[in-house]
């Protein structure tokens, strides 16, 4: 049946797992668990130099550690709508980005990175780039190979999130026309990750609250395409004790160490008690905090900051 409800851990394979991918991992599949739904575990593996087969494997390793179980997906392509990795995928998102050219709403783009860097305000601090639709109108450039980028419209995306609530962002002013296809061949996250979602049946896209602006660009791709939305369910962001967001840098909160120090029950009992699902931070399975499950404490913050005694 395609209208059940199914959630989705989609990793990027670039280095193992810590505490923020476990903490979405869990949390998207607590919700979809504690409703009777479906979770799909995809590998976007779209960046060749960054992806590597063995931390795809180590993810696997790791969510089967931590208790949870996928009902479709992963490296084994279980399931009718795979392959499940995005590298194996090319032919759907080149289908798709045909369709929006034949549309009109796509151009090329021979503008480098640094060309676009030097139109940008010069203060603006939040590290956002608004393309300036500098190609919107050229037609071609003999030397260079484009870009693929698709127009958006000076208008507001409002859409409720499940847990971050009512937002509403203008395109042209956030970003500006976005990018399809990067000149060197490469597929864009955008593209890859609408069409994924629904090719596999996704209704609920569950992740961290960073992607707040990616959901309005996913919403204006999924117009353009005619396919409908999935819910998005945008989660607090985990900081570390010195409350900058969680990297591959917090080695000390990767996969690798804690699974030295912690059995699986610690490290979900910890994560639920992060999250407000549970009073104290006890050991618990991954399955028994399904009953206990709800977005509502998920709402009360857009930061979790971490204490060093927690870990
Ligand atoms: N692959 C993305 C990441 O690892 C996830 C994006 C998404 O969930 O839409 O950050």
Not at 50 to 69: C, F, P, Q
Not at 137 to 165: C, M, W, Y
Not at 256 to 263: C, D, G, N
Request: a neutral charge.
């Amino acid at each position: 049946m395609r209208n059940e409800l199914k959630g989705r851990f989609a990793p990027s394979p670039s280095g193992r797992m810590h505490l923020g991918n476990i903490f979405t991992a869990l949390m998207s599949w607590l919700s979809v668990k504690s409703r009777g739904g479906k979770w799909l575990l995809r590998i976007e593996d779209l960046d060749p130099q960054r992806s590597k087969y063995e931390y795809a494997r180590l993810i696997e390793d790791d969510l089967r550690w931590l208790g949870l179980d996928w009902d479709e997906g992963g490296l084994d392509n279980i399931g009718p709508d795979g392959p499940y990795s995005q590298s194996q995928r090319g032919n759907l998102y080149a289908e798709a980005l045909d369709r929006l050219i034949a549309s009109g709403d796509t151009f090329p783009c021979y503008c480098t990175r640094a060309e676009i860097m030097a139109t940008q305000a010069p203060h603006q601090s939040d590290g956002r780039v608004v393309y300036p639709g500098t190609c919107r109108n050229l037609i071609s450039h003999p030397d260079r190979k484009p870009s693929i980028r698709l127009k958006v419209t000076d208008e507001q995306i409002a859409f409720t999130d499940l847990i971050a609530g009512h937002h509403s962002y203008n395109l042209a002013r956030e970003c500006g026309d976005f990018i399809l296809k990067r000149a060197d061949g490469a597929w864009a996250y955008q593209l890859a990750v609408v069409v994924d979602d629904a090719a596999m049946g996704v209704t609920e896209v569950m992740r961290g609250n960073d992607l707040l602006l990616s959901a309005a660009q996913q919403i204006w791709l999924y117009r353009r395409l005619g396919l409908s939305a999935p819910t998005f369910a945008h989660l607090p962001l985990i900081c570390n004790s010195a409350g900058q967001r969680l990297s591959k840098r917090d080695a000390s909160l990767s996969m690798e160490a804690l699974r030295k120090i912690h059995s699986p029950e610690s490290l979900v009992g910890l994560t639920a008690h992060l999250a407000g699902l549970t009073a104290t931070p006890d050991p618990i399975p991954a399955k028994d905090l399904i009953p206990l499950f709800s977005h509502q404490p998920l709402k009360t913050t857009h930061l979790i900051q971490l204490s060093a005694k927690l870990l």
